[in-house]
């Protein structure tokens, strides 16, 4: 049915047909199942989060108006609205307003903003790029759902913004929008440091969208269809990735792409650090553009579907995904938390995509929606940070989600998720993004832990089960490191793969001027920190402590149990503290709040200031007050004028100085024994209340806060969800919601944390370096600027001793390892065999299928049993004094020499035709293989220029083709050689029908 035919079929059915239209199927492409109630349990979750929240949206209401107002896009609601008015089941009691008239007052905004249109004729939003056209998609959406509700006029005028936007968008090429400022997709040659160029293109795409789906005849849809094409297939582009892909993707190569919009270890940039929410962006802008076209019954852009680079960006989303589906950012904060808003990325790979994994995180998303909308503010579905726009940009994109799982269910049936245990097995992996972003990365199966060496936000993070709601992990809040801003001098990064080395880990060792602090993160999902004593209070963790009833630790405390006994600290209200500080009576004229630790985000802020002898009258209000510093209309007054309304706080250059203060001179020396301190947000985490005769020379009265738990046996447990055991000079403290693990002066401790219960100690002496068998595992860290060797001292069990890579001699009580570590050089070693035998063997492991046993000295043969990890045990005759070779063949010997295992090939996915995937060839698994076809060609990217001795290719039985071995440093230029620096290695094949295929690509150096 073409689109005037529609249009005339719906304008018979009058008012209030538009739910008819939707279930007799007379507006193609939208679900003709409305009638029939909620597909699925996820789906039945969004429509209660719409109505639900509808009583935010309609606090919005304007009644003089008579509309939803422009401010902040607020009357996009009426996509959310939409949704609900043309669904069964529509609940007036949730929603707190009845369905007629949430229908007039929708109906009435469409009307208004359709005609304030700039492209209808109006003067007051729409076609500008920047913001309005992402509103512009929720609201003609809307407008296409209620579309028999709707009179000529504003249907005419739909219909002028969205072709009319088409049309702008077309006509500005690959140039900037006048009306967005400074805001640019820099042409179609994009950008990626600080600032990915990904949402900007998502934006042109966007714009074009809707006139595609409901305009498809239209004269210049030609044009339209060709803009929208080059930003959709750039959005995601990187030069090394699309040059080897020639796959048609809409009629043009994915080689032909210009743009450079992602680093080339797959990480997205935003806002001068890693920010996921935009690396998702490709997904939240996928979702929009792809419900205009399912409600319209036009056919989805292939580009939708088949999205260059889009799946090795996924890779990346997966090992960031925390336990709700969302994805876990370390460094900035201001879009944290946004569940509303992370749902439709979500939802787009997994009901458009089909994509199991994607569909396993939406439900943990959705089953933490509403628990999170009840908590206060009520109602609301992004909280913690952002913007005002994203309140009802998170309403329509949980409607456009709705709706695509109403789409998906009469289209292919339920995307079924994946089970838990498989999601994280899937997305478990290490990675080091490069110096250049500042992340280096692990994700097991029990944990998720990080390096972040992004100026700013320098942190080891780390998150046991995955849990976004233990330790804050955002923007500048400190992990581990008692700041966020320390200076790296020098960064040192290790990634173990499980592929190559037989395990997943990382090790991130860092330098700054005041010492060296180091993080190796293990596959059960423990982590040691060792540090030399970079600054004072350090091991930092801040715990959430919420009451979000419904959501799993959110009970509204958190116990802290350490050997001395155990403390249950209470949640406090958001946003709100009130500080009561008493001291004994001191007579002083100068009263301080001299900070010491502030907000990590915005400083220090107070609604008041009060000063009492007893309980007698706030002498603050008849004093003057002064400030290190204030922000405009914030001055240090405010703080002492008795109005609760107003504030002092500090500059914005101030935040994050810690010695920020506020004074108050009360005219003439006064006895006080107590100061109020009631903040806003931004509230001091530690100060001190100081008093002084002359405002010059200060006595500190108290210090805020005392811990409410202070240990000194190294051992605590975290509201039976995490554990840390800690040897070092200092005792741990508990204060608030922050733990500190070394809290003193600068000096030398190490922490082992658990995703479970407390464990013992593992550290070990070590020497010069330091050396815990954590979890089984041998951790090395050189915490200096000079190569250090030495003897680790490891225990044993009982005639039963772990043997390690390297050279170690056994002893009664364990091993004597012996140790050559590189300046700032960080290892892990796993166990890879296990001897049972006597004192004095040695052992010299050269990988986990080889190790050499030497006798001690004696006259009889010394019988020993030797277990590979994972292996079977063999008894072995040593003997005397001479070496025997131990091999067990049927063990991979890890670590693997080949530099190519396991690392990102191109073409990826989307694949040209013929051709299966390239990682076949690299995935050390005997049974599978590349299948190039015609003329196929593979690169396979090392991550970093290497040294290439040599390049060899395996192939399966069968007619093996002509291939030839190109190298390039760029990715972009290759030289047919076999040997010589490269980054990335290529073959290129003659290859036809029935030939072999390409078992594995080997790079040796």
Do not use: C
Not at 165 to 181: H, K
Not at 559 to 581: I, K, N
């Amino acid at each position: 049915m073409g689109e005037l035919d529609r249009r005339q079929v719906l304008r018979l059915l009058g008012a209030g047909g538009a739910a008819a239209a939707l279930a007799s199927g007379l507006l193609p492409g939208l679900a003709r199942a409305a009638a029939a109630g909620p597909p699925d349990a996820v789906a039945a979750t969004y429509l209660r989060v719409l109505l639900r929240h509808t009583r935010w949206a309609e606090q919005q209401f304007d009644p003089a108006a008579g509309t939803y107002p422009l401010r902040d896009f607020t009357f996009a609601v009426v996509l959310g609205n939409a949704v609900l008015l043309t669904r069964d089941g529509y609940d007036a009691v949730v929603a707190g307003v009845g369905r007629e008239t949430l229908r007039d007052h929708t109906l009435a905004t469409i009307r208004r903003f359709a005609a304030s249109n700039r492209l209808a004729g109006g003067t007051e939003w729409g076609r500008k790029l920047f913001f309005d056209t992402t509103f512009q998609s929720y609201f003609v959406l809307a407008a296409r759902l209620l579309w028999t509700d709707l009179d000529d006029v504003t249907r005419r005028n739909v219909e002028r913004i969205t072709t009319g936007q088409a049309a702008y968008t077309t006509a500005l090429g690959t140039g900037d929008d006048p009306d967005s400022g400074s805001w640019t997709p820099n042409g179609l040659r994009g950008g990626h440091v600080g600032d990915t160029k990904l949402e900007e293109m998502g934006v042109y795409a966007q714009s074009l969208a809707p006139a595609l789906a409901w305009a498809p005849a239209d004269p210049q849809a030609a044009g339209w269809r060709e803009a929208s094409g080059a930003w959709s297939r750039n959005e995601a582009g990187l030069p090394a990735a699309d040059l080897a892909n020639p796959r048609l993707v809409d009629g043009r190569p994915i080689s032909a792409n210009t743009a450079t919009n992602l680093y080339d270890t797959f990480l997205v940039e935003n806002h001068g650090s890693f920010g996921p929410h935009y690396q998702e962006e490709l997904w939240r802008t996928s979702g929009r553009n792809a419900m205009h076209f399912l409600a319209a019954g036009t056919p989805l852009p292939e580009v939708l579907t088949a999205q260059p680079n889009g799946e090795l960006l996924w890779r990346t989303m997966l090992l960031m995904t925390s336990d709700a589906g969302e994805p876990l950012m370390p460094m900035v904060a201001d879009r944290e938390h946004l569940y509303g808003r992370d749902v439709i990325p979500l939802a787009f790979r997994a009901q458009v995509l089909g994509d199991r994994h994607a569909a396993h995180a939406e439900a943990r998303l959705a089953a933490r929606l509403e628990p999170y909308q009840a908590y206060a503010p009520a109602d609301r579905i992004t909280k913690f940070s952002g913007e005002p726009k994203y309140e009802p940009e998170a309403r329509a994109e949980v409607a456009i989600s709705y709706l695509l799982h109403e789409w998906r269910a009469l289209n292919g049936g339920p995307v079924v998720p994946v089970s838990d245990r498989e999601f994280d097995a899937h997305a478990a992996g290490t990675a080091d993004f490069g110096t250049g972003p500042g992340l280096l990365a692990h994700r097991s199966p029990a944990a998720w832990a990080a390096t972040v060496t992004k100026p700013g936000f320098v942190k080891f993070a780390w998150q046991p089960h995955h849990d976004d709601w233990l330790f804050v992990l955002g923007g500048a809040n400190p992990m581990l490191l008692p700041s966020t801003n320390l200076a790296v001098r020098e960064r040192h990064a290790t990634a173990y793969a499980k592929i190559r080395d037989g395990f997943d880990g990382t090790v991130g060792v860092l330098r700054f001027d005041t010492g060296y602090a180091a993080f190796a993160t293990l596959p059960t999902g423990a982590a040691v920190y060792a540090s030399t004593g970079v600054a004072e209070g350090e091991g930092v963790l801040n715990v959430y402590n919420l009451t979000m009833p419904g959501v799993p630790g959110l009970d509204g405390d958190r116990t802290y149990t350490a050997d001395e006994g155990s403390v249950t600290l209470q949640a406090q209200t958001p946003g709100v503290r009130t500080d009561d500080v008493t001291f004994a009576p001191v007579t002083a004229r100068y009263v301080r709040m001299l900070g010491v630790r502030p907000d990590p985000q915005y400083g220090y802020s107070l609604w008041a200031f009060e000063v009492r002898d007893g309980d007698g009258p706030d002498l603050a209000r008849s004093g003057t007050a002064s400030a290190s510093s204030a922000s405009p209309g914030k001055e240090a007054k405010y703080a002492v004028d008795g109005d609760a309304t107003t504030r002092w706080a500090v500059s914005t250059s101030d935040r994050p100085r810690a010695d920020s203060w506020l004074a108050v001179d009360l005219g003439a020396p006064r006895t006080v024994d107590r100061v109020r301190l009631s903040w806003e947000a931004a509230a001091g985490r530690g100060y001190r209340i100081e008093t002084s005769p002359d405002g010059v020379a200060w006595t500190a009265a108290v210090t805020y806060p005392v811990p409410a738990l202070s240990s000194t046996k190294g051992r605590l447990d975290i509201d039976g969800r995490a554990g840390i055991t800690v040897a070092g000079p200092h005792p741990l403290t508990v204060t608030g919601d922050r733990v500190t693990l070394s809290d003193g002066p600068p000096a030398p401790f190490v922490a082992e944390l658990y995703p479970g219960p407390v464990k013992a100690s593992g550290r070990v002496p070590a020497g010069a370096a330091e050396a815990t068998v954590t979890d089984g595992f041998l951790v090395l860290l050189n915490l200096s600027g000079a190569a250090v060797t030495g003897t680790a001292i490891l225990p044993g069990d009982r005639g039963t001793y772990r043997l390690y890579r390297g050279e170690q001699t056994v002893t009664r009580t364990g091993t004597e390892f012996s140790y050559t570590l590189a300046a700032a050089e960080g290892r892990i070693e796993p166990p890879r065999f296990t001897l049972t035998g006597p004192a004095g063997v040695k052992a010299v492991v050269r990988d986990a299928s080889r190790v050499e046993l030497t006798a001690p000295a004696g006259l009889l043969p010394v019988l020993v049993t030797v277990t590979p990890d994972g292996g079977r045990a063999r008894p072995v005759l040593l003997p005397p004094r001479r070496s025997v070779p131990v091999v067990f063949g049927d063990v991979r010997p890890y670590p693997l020499a080949d530099r190519a295992l396991g690392r990102t090939t191109f073409p990826a996915e989307p694949l040209p035709p013929g051709m299966s995937s390239p990682a076949a060839a690299v995935d050390d698994d005997p049974a599978t293989a590349w299948r190039p076809g015609p003329g196929g060609r593979m690169v396979v990217d090392l991550g970093a220029v290497t040294a290439v001795s040599a390049v060899e290719l395996s192939w399966t039985r069968g007619r093996v083709p002509a291939a030839t071995v190109e190298l390039s440093l760029d990715g972009v230029t290759y030289t047919a050689t076999g040997a010589g620096p490269a980054r990335y290695v290529a073959v290129r094949t003659a290859w036809r029908s029935g030939d072999a295929g390409l078992v594995r690509l080997s790079v040796r150096t």
